[in-house]
């Protein structure tokens, strides 16, 4: 079993190599390793909700993009008119982001940062995204995280596919190079939603074919 620093220095290499823009120059490999993407068209509806509650609440919001990856998140909530924060543990991810943002004419700032370790003071931010993180993260700890650093009035909205899908999970199970061991094995079901209400007042539950799910203090 790893410990807890084995675990996160391998999700950062994985991903690392995953977003290093020279695999690109590897069509075979790039193809092997992302080929999990195909999936994501069917989760159309869930995207556009992401993409219209952000729009609708970046506006003059301290917002957070909790494990941006490559700043699709971010880049939107700071266009939205935002003060957007966007935190990866991938070095390579975060070096991606900014010079995304940077091309594209928006002000955010992005750190390389421990998920379940946030730098932030208690109650900094009124709106934090977690787009397709949770399953690569100690819930618990993330979720207490989360809960500290958001203003009393605040807002976590989440996407995440769920454990109780015996297609997609046998997927997950077929295709190892896609991801680590511990993100395979560490697929959300219901109690490790339900587990937020330790940190949230309130919980608002919306399914599509994935699970976006709100989470108001």
Known sequence: MQTLEERKVTEAEFHDKLRDPALRENPGLYAKLTSNKK?????????????DYLRQHSRGAKALDYACGDSWFTVQMAE?????FGIDISPVSVSNAAREAKQRGVSAKFAVMDCENLEFPDNTFDLINVSGVLHH??????????????KPTGTVLCVEALRHNPIFHAYRMLTPHLRTAYESQHILRRKDVLAAR?????IDWRFFIWLVWPLFR
């Open 39 to 51: 999936w994501y068209r069917v989760a159309r509806k869930s995207q556009d909700f992401v993409k």
């Open 80 to 84: 939205a008119g935002a003060y957007a």
């Open 137 to 150: 993260l100690d819930v618990r700890r993330a979720y207490c995280e989360m809960a500290r650093v958001l």
């Open 198 to 202: 330790e940190h949230f007042e309130r």
